[in-house]
């Protein structure tokens, strides 16, 4: 008999904490709308930074967990600290 891969909801990341992370998201959302588009960008930002720490700290006991520590730690920060540097530095320009 030949057992199904597990898919990663079932056995890994905590469901509280990824809904708390779309509801960040959902309020950067909606204040990217509101034309608050710096403090969209900040929290969310943080936010990536936050969970890239978070999953380096916590190792396997994360409650944010999509691949390896290394891989999602790499991911979350570099696409926070990514993000800001697009956005400061086209505001630099304006």
Do not use: N, Y
């Not at 079932?10 to 588009?37: D, K, M, N, Y």
């Not at 936010?47 to 290394?70: D, F, T």
């Amino acid at each position: 008999m030949r057992r199904h891969p597990f898919v990663s909801e079932s056995h890994e990341g905590s469901p509280a904490f990824e809904w708390i992370v779309l509801g960040v998201v959902a309020c950067c959302t909606l204040l990217a709308v509101l034309r608050h588009q710096m403090a969209a960008t900040i929290i969310i930002s943080v936010a990536a930074i936050v969970l890239g720490l978070l999953r380096i700290i916590l190792r396997q006991r994360s409650p944010w967990k999509v691949r390896s520590v290394g891989f999602d730690a790499f991911i979350s920060i570099c696409w926070g600290i990514g993000l800001l540097s697009t956005f400061f530095s086209v505001w630099l320009l304006l």
